[in-house]
């Protein structure tokens, strides 16, 4: 792409932020022109969207951080919950998502729901992979770093298959969650929690029945880090 890029960053680090903008300006090809605004939580990020769609210049690529404070109407109460708001109204523009969190469920999560031309663990990133990154989702998405594609590459590898609630259960139960807490965040009983445990024991060939091997098979297997 070149000509003129309309971008919105979305970060509640000012110095982040800064450096993002700094790197693509410095790595930028000579036919490209950077038009970058910036937001600092959900409430301004959305307030950019809505502008750019009135004034008929919609974003090319959007920047989210995963870690925002929610909005004050309570509507969005992530980066996550703003990227699929993106993906509605504004269906053309390329959304690079930028997370601390390289747990195996929040990757399959954001892959399923948002589905980003971007995915780049923080912790992976540098200058020259953000630059990449911003290249390549311009001319030839998707561009993943290397935590995202080793997660991939372990759960295609496995012929097993589990829905997104079973992964909850296992992303919770890595964090010391318990049956009554798990109820409570899927919204089922807790006899439905249990029977749900009692499958994936089965899928993972667990026999001495605990929780902390299903938790250890679980991460072998990729569906958890």
């Known amino acids: 792409m070149t000509g003129t890029i309309r971008i919105l960053m979305i970060d509640d680090h000012p110095m982040i932020i800064e450096g993002y903008q700094n790197?693509?300006?410095?790595?930028?090809?000579?036919?490209?022109?950077?038009?970058?605004?910036?937001a600092n939580n959900c409430d301004e990020a959305i307030s950019y969207m809505d502008k750019s769609l009135?004034?008929?210049?919609?974003?090319n690529v959007l920047f989210v951080d995963i870690s925002l404070p929610p909005s004050k109407d309570g509507l969005m109460n992530s980066g996550e919950d703003l990227a699929i708001y993106?993906?509605?109204?504004?269906?053309?523009?390329?959304?690079?998502?930028?997370?601390m969190?390289?747990?195996?469920?929040?990757?399959?999560?954001?892959?399923?729901?948002?589905?980003?031309?971007?995915?780049?663990?923080?912790?992976?990133?540098?200058?020259?992979?953000?630059?990449s990154a911003f290249q390549a989702v311009l001319h030839n998405p998707p561009f993943y770093s290397g935590t995202v594609n080793?997660?991939?590459?372990?759960?295609?590898?496995?012929?097993?298959?589990i829905d997104d609630k079973n992964r909850k259960i296992l992303y919770l139960l890595s964090q010391g969650a318990k049956n009554?807490?798990?109820a409570t965040h899927l919204n089922i009983s807790v006899s439905a929690i249990e029977k749900r445990k009692k499958q994936?024991?089965?899928?993972?060939l667990i026999d001495d029945g605990q929780d902390e091997t299903?938790?250890?098979?679980?991460?072998?297997?990729?569906?958890?880090l």
């Open 150 to 161: 080793s997660h991939l590459r372990k759960t295609n590898e496995s012929d097993i298959v």
């Open 101 to 131: 969190f390289d747990e195996s469920y929040r990757i399959h999560n954001i892959i399923k729901n948002i589905n980003p031309e971007g995915f780049l663990i923080k912790s992976d990133l540098t200058s020259s992979e953000l630059a």
């Open 200 to 204: 994936l024991k089965e899928i993972f």
């Open 180 to 182: 009554k807490s798990l």
């Open 54 to 59: 009135k004034n008929n210049r919609p974003y």
């Open 23 to 38: 790197t693509l300006l410095f790595s930028k090809k000579e036919s490209q022109i950077l038009e970058i605004d910036i």
């Open 214 to 224: 299903l938790i250890n098979e679980a991460r072998k297997k990729g569906f958890i």
């Open 86 to 99: 993106a993906r509605e109204v504004l269906p053309k523009s390329k959304i690079i998502i930028l997370t």
